[in-house]
């Protein structure tokens, strides 16, 4: 494979990219889940403030090989980071569109085990299934609470798999959001390509074994962060990750990425120690977040939620407008 670094300007890139794009199946169905959710949960509460809306991103993105796809290259994440943090921004008052991975981890699922529907139930008789006892307990809170967020207009899911989905559809999120001003925040934890083949240039059959070398030519998805930031979302309080395997580079990277991006904060992992400590990289300061182990079940996205939702109060009082 052969990866080619574009050194255009990042909008003809990303216009390139949507421009070639296969479009969206369902953006009308898409854009009026938008619309509703944000209306739903527009309306000022009794204090006169009006709810946060948070988009977290969750899971990794695909960049098919094919056109009529059999591989792909994936970005490695489970969706645990994006589905617990949903939790807590939840939790912290927010409304949440939650945009991810299909398959991956899904919020209020934590405590259930790796296949729920097969593991968690059993026949009660030749006609009903039961919750098994052990899981009783989890079954309940899970649906309860997923019920509650769903049903109460606070939780909107939109799935993706592909690069080309995903970028679509948090332009969409995202150029639906602007008229929330510094109220909208974006939690970008999704692990996106950085290459991919133009669908242009992808071939349209499955691509036959017998040559010993696969020769494809990928090129680099532009940084949408940067389009987020001037164009689709400008008010918004825009966090966004870095993940390195390599400690030594974490903080320069995440620092690089808060300037060139306009990242209000990076929050820097590295993948070994991702569900212990992140550090939260601000223009004035490194924050360490930790996970408080005194007592079992605690997640680190507890004090970072925690964090960042003060910060993006702090934020909307300065930007003087939070209604
Ligand atoms: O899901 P888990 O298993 O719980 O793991 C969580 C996580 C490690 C995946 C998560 O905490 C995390 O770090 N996510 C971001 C991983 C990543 O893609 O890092 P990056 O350095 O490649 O990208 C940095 C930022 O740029 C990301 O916020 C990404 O949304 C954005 N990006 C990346 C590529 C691209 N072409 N455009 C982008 O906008």
Redesign the pocket.
């Known amino acids: 494979m052969d990866a080619t670094n574009g050194s255009q300007p990042v909008e003809p890139q990303a216009k390139a990219f949507f421009d070639s794009a296969p479009p969206l199946q369902n953006t009308h169905q898409i854009t009026q889940k938008l619309v509703q959710f944000i209306q739903h949960n527009s309306s000022p509460s009794e204090n006169g403030d009006s709810k946060r809306i948070v988009c977290v991103?969750?899971?990794?993105t695909t960049a098919p090989l094919e056109q009529r796809c059999v591989r792909y290259v994936d970005?490695?994440?489970?969706?645990?980071?994006?589905a617990t943090s949903t939790e807590y921004f939840l939790k912290a008052g927010y409304a949440v569109i939650f945009l991810y991975r299909r398959g991956s981890?899904q919020p209020f699922c934590r405590s259930l085990p790796d296949d729920p529907l097969l593991e968690c139930f059993e026949p009660a008789d030749e006609l009903n299934i039961q919750v098994r006892e052990t899981y009783s307990e989890a079954v309940k809170r899970a649906v309860v609470d997923h019920h509650a967020a769903v049903t109460g207009g606070l939780l909107l899911k939109l799935p993706f798999n592909t690069i080309f989905e995903y970028l679509q559809m948090l332009q969409l999120v995202a150029t639906s959001m602007r008229c929330l001003g510094p109220r909208a925040m974006f939690y970008?934890?999704?692990?996106?390509?950085?290459f991919y083949v133009p669908w242009k240039d992808m071939v349209e059959h499955k691509i036959q074994s017998g040559s010993h070398l696969l020769d494809v030519q990928l090129v680099q998805?532009?940084?949408?962060?940067s389009m987020l930031r001037k164009d689709w979302a400008p008010s918004a309080f825009c966090i966004?990750?870095?993940?390195e395997t390599n400690s030594n580079i974490l903080l320069n990277?995440a620092a690089t990425?808060l300037e060139k991006y306009k990242m209000h904060a990076v929050?820097a992992?590295e993948?070994t120690t991702?569900k212990e400590q992140v550090v939260v990289v601000t223009r004035a300061e490194n924050i360490i977040v930790q996970r408080d182990d005194s007592h079992s079940g605690n997640v680190l996205e507890n004090p970072l939620i925690e964090l960042l939702s003060a910060r993006h109060a702090a934020y909307i009082k300065d930007s003087g407008s939070g209604k």
């Open positions: 991103t969750s899971g990794g970005n490695f994440s489970s969706g645990h980071r994006g981890f970008l934890a999704a692990a996106v390509s950085d998805v532009p940084k949408m962060l966004s990750f870095k993940l990277k990425a929050v992992n993948l991702r």
